[in-house]
């Protein structure tokens, strides 16, 4: 996506497994990100329905990618519950995905950000900071992390689910 021009940013699932300990959590089945509405603009309308091949040392000779963008993209209305999810990049091989939605301002307070899902963030807290890796997802890098804030320390059972901090280790109660 960095090819591209499209900054994303690590969102939901994925951002919690990463804050807990640098991959993918044992439940998730996707990655999900976050753009721009502008940037989603560019991709639907230069980029939708194209392969792109990316190489990395997981995979020398090469991945070839495909980017989805759902035509009901542009309409941010919450209401849409069919259509969440704005677009997809697509492993063409094993149909792995990341999940793209595309945040919009708000246009009576420009400084309010939403996205379909009824999330709501104020623009400083979607500044980016570091770059990382997810290393199940060969081909996946140079995903944007924003800036956290305190408030995502105490997510230590979600769903069922737990966190063995000593091993920085998500695991489901009952099979471990």
């Not at 040392?57 to 999810?85: F, R």
Request: glycine share 8%; proline share 4%.
């Amino acid at each position: 996506m960095a090819d591209l021009g499209a900054e994303t940013w690590i969102i939901h699932g994925t951002l919690m497994g990463w804050w807990w300990n640098r991959k993918i959590m044992p439940w998730d089945s996707d990655v999900d990100v976050h753009m721009s509405a502008d940037t989603m603009h560019f991709l639907a309308s230069y980029y939708n329905m194209t392969v792109h091949t990316s190489r990395t040392a997981h995979a020398p000779q090469g991945k070839n990618y495909m980017l989805e963008v759902n035509p009901k993209w542009i309409n941010s209305s919450p209401g849409d519950s069919l259509n969440t999810i704005d677009a997809r990049w697509i492993d063409m091989l094993s149909g792995v995905f990341i999940d793209i939605t595309a945040v919009h301002r708000m246009p009576k307070n420009p400084s309010m950000m939403f996205c379909k899902d009824n999330h709501r963030y104020r623009g400083k807290q979607l500044e980016t900071g570091e770059r990382i890796t997810i290393d199940e997802l060969s081909g996946i890098h140079s995903i944007q992390l924003p800036k956290l804030g305190s408030g995502i320390q105490n997510l230590d059972d979600i769903a069922n689910e737990g966190f063995i901090r000593s091993q920085h280790l998500w695991h489901t109660r009952g099979l471990i």
